[in-house]
C-alpha cells in the first residue's frame, strides 16, 4: 500500500516562497497521478495542480498559474510543488494525493478529491499579509 507524506509547509509573509515535497513509502509513483490539494477553514478541498509521474505533464488551477510549480525527478521518489508570490489567499492545508493513471493525457481527468486513492496528512502553510 502507498503511503504518503508532505513536508515543507510553514509561515511565510506575503510575497515569500515555500516548497513543498511529497514522497511515496511501500511503492512508488510510476503509472500515477499525483495531485496537490489544498483546504482553507470552512471552505472544500480544491485541486492546485496534478502532474502525470511518467511523462511529467501537468495541469494547473487558475490560482497557482504563473506562481506554482510542480515537478518531478524520474529517478527520485519526491513529487514537489513550488509556490511563488504567495498570498493570504493561499493560506490552507495542502495534501498531496495519487492515484493510477494509463493512457495518453489520463492525468488531466482526475481533478476532484474523490478522484484520488492515496492521501497525506497534510502540511499546513500560512502566508501573512
Known amino acids: 500500500q502507498v503511503q504518503l507524506v508532505e513536508s515543507g509547509g510553514g509561515l511565510v509573509q506575503a510575497g515569500g516562497s515555500l516548497r513543498l515535497s511529497c514522497a511515496a513509502s511501500?511503492?512508488?509513483?510510476?503509472?500515477?497521478?499525483v495531485g496537490w490539494f489544498r483546504q482553507a477553514p470552512g471552505k472544500e478541498r480544491e485541486i492546485v495542480t496534478g502532474?502525470?509521474?511518467?511523462?511529467?505533464?501537468?495541469f494547473y488551477a487558475d490560482s497557482a498559474k504563473g506562481r506554482f510549480t510542480t515537478s518531478r525527478d524520474i529517478d527520485e521518489k519526491p513529487v514537489r510543488l513550488q509556490m511563488n508570490s504567495l498570498k493570504p489567499e493561499d493560506t490552507a492545508v495542502y495534501y498531496c494525493?495519487?492515484?493510477?493513471?494509463?493512457?495518453?493525457?489520463?492525468?488531466?481527468?482526475?481533478?476532484?478529491?474523490?478522484?484520488?486513492?492515496?492521501w497525506g496528512q497534510g502540511t499546513q502553510v500560512t502566508v501573512s499579509s
Open positions: 494525493a495519487a492515484r493510477g493513471c494509463s493512457g495518453y493525457g489520463c492525468y488531466l481527468t482526475y481533478k476532484a478529491p474523490a478522484d484520488y486513492v492515496y
Open positions: 511501500g511503492g512508488t509513483f510510476s503509472n500515477y497521478v
Open positions: 502532474i502525470s509521474y511518467i511523462g511529467g505533464s501537468a
